[in-house]
């Protein structure tokens, strides 16, 4: 039985022939890294229709690779390496005693050396990571901003010695990146995720604990608000250890609607907390958070419409795919009208629930409709929608209504606290959808009021 464990690269041993597993994002930027050091490498996907032409020379059946001679393997992190079935050249990578490493692990042993930000947890990695970036990016350091946030680090040259990479790291990551010293690494919390890849939450907690296992003497290990975090530590360490507080919130968070919500609060926290580590002043981190954009699919205001006295701001949140994500979601706004629905990756929605009294009616729509119905009923008022479409057409026509009539704001959301796989290429086509259906809404009301004006 294969373990999590990663059989780290020989000290100082030159790279000099490897593997690629998955050829995605990950696995072609692996491939262009390897060949730009001149390094000969085997590239394999299952889906033959993956391998770029461009690239068919190096591609091999993975069972046919001289396995003997290999330095490493590079997996993708779509790619299992134990659970729930390991695929077929990890137990050949075991068996021939080859490490199986991330893009970052092979960054790490090939790209000039430079300062390392690791920022991990189950929700927020992706919005603290790029806040962290774009501070430091307005303070005037040189920096490299990827991982899971999108861009594989392979694609990107190294920052410099004095440059910053700033890198947002999965579980699956962490598990193949033994070599990993980060000067600072942040955990921004932990809630049951992946489990199928995992076998566990203590495992799936151990995956994530390896962030904080090899921090410099002189770096900095931040940790959200919550305690139990605390067990993430390693037995021995030499670094500072900083648990976040309200006080660590920069003052302009509340002046930006991306980072609205507690959650957000924290996430803002966790990034001001890591740029004075790096001597970036208060009025520069305040600054810089007003010109922050946020990102799309997360919290994104797509669209708003001016009703006269109040407004109905429209509001992506399709990134939010468990009930946690949501239920972040749910807690950053009032009369919310909240389309919410997909392939179920859980069946409670207990944290939403807990949120419920902001929000003034469910849209239920996609394969999980019924189990929602079931789970949300006697907490919100409920309507069943054909599809995502029928869904925010009608929560766009009952928040304009409560807006016009109580005079106060409302905010049609998508934060659907499920998978997009049921209609969706993925979360970033959901999302999209919904934002091109806000701002055709919204351009519907105000040619509406500019034909009563005259």
């Known amino acids: 039985m294969l373990n999590a464990e990663s059989i780290p690269l020989k000290k100082n041993q030159p790279i000099q022939k490897i593997g690629i597993i998955g050829l995605g994002k990950t696995g072609i930027a692996s491939i262009k890294l390897a060949i730009g050091n001149d390094i000969k490498i085997f590239i394999y996907d299952d889906k033959i229709e993956n391998v770029p032409s461009e690239f068919s020379s190096f591609f091999m059946v993975y069972n046919q690779w001289p396995w003997h001679e290999l330095d490493a393997v590079v997996f993708s992190p779509g790619v299992p390496t134990y659970l729930p079935t390991p695929h077929k050249a990890a137990l050949l990578a075991k068996k021939f005693n080859v490490p199986i490493i991330s893009d970052v692990e ?9 300062k390392w930000v690791i920022i991990t947890g189950t929700n927020g990695k992706s919005t603290t990571t790029a806040l962290t970036a774009h501070i430091l990016k307005c303070s005037g350091k040189s920096v490299a901003v990827g991982g899971n946030l999108g861009i594989s680090m392979a694609d990107l040259d190294s920052p410099g010695s004095d440059g910053i990479r700033v890198v947002e790291l999965s579980s699956y990551q962490l598990e193949i990146t033994p070599s990993l010293r980060p000067d600072v690494s942040a955990i921004l919390n932990l809630s049951p995720d992946h489990l199928d890849r995992h076998g566990s939450m203590e495992k799936y907690a151990a995956a994530k604990a390896k962030a904080a296992k090899n921090v410099k003497s002189e770096g900095l290990i931040i940790l959200g608000t919550d305690p139990t975090l605390l067990k993430l530590l390693p037995s021995e360490y030499t670094c500072k250890i900083q648990q976040i507080t309200k006080a660590d919130i920069p003052l302009a968070t509340k002046q930006n609607f991306a980072l609205s919500g507690l959650h957000n609060s924290e996430n ?12 970036i002043s208060e009025k520069q981190i305040n600054k810089s958070i007003l010109s922050f954009e946020g990102l799309p699919h997360r919290l994104q205001l797509v669209a708003s419409c001016n009703l006269g006295k109040t407004q109905l701001h429209i509001i992506n949140d399709s990134k939010a795919t468990n009930d946690v994500a949501a239920s972040k979601a749910l807690s950053s706004f009032k009369h919310i009208f909240w389309c919410v629905g997909g392939l179920a990756k859980e069946n409670k929605l207990s944290n939403c629930i807990a949120q419920s009294s902001q929000v003034e009616r469910a849209y239920l729509y996609g ?3 019924e189990l929602f119905q079931s789970e949300l009923l006697g907490s919100v008022p409920i309507t069943l929608a054909n599809d995502l479409e029928d869904a925010t057409t009608r929560a766009f026509v009952d928040a304009k209504k409560l807006s016009i009539e109580n005079g106060v704001d409302s905010f049609v959301l998508l934060s659907p606290a499920a998978a997009s796989f049921d209609a969706y290429e993925n979360f970033e086509a959901r999302g999209k959808h919904f934002s091109d259906l806000a701002k055709k809404l919204c351009q ?3 040619k509406k009021e500019q034909a009563n004006a005259r």
Not at 106 to 114: D, E, N, P, R, T
């Open 106 to 114: 092979l960054v790490i042993k090939l790209q000039k050396a430079s």
């Open 444 to 446: 519907q009301v105000s």
């Open 268 to 279: 803002a926290a966790v990034a001001a907390s890591i740029c004075r580590y790096f001597n």
């Open 367 to 369: 394969s999980s409709k």
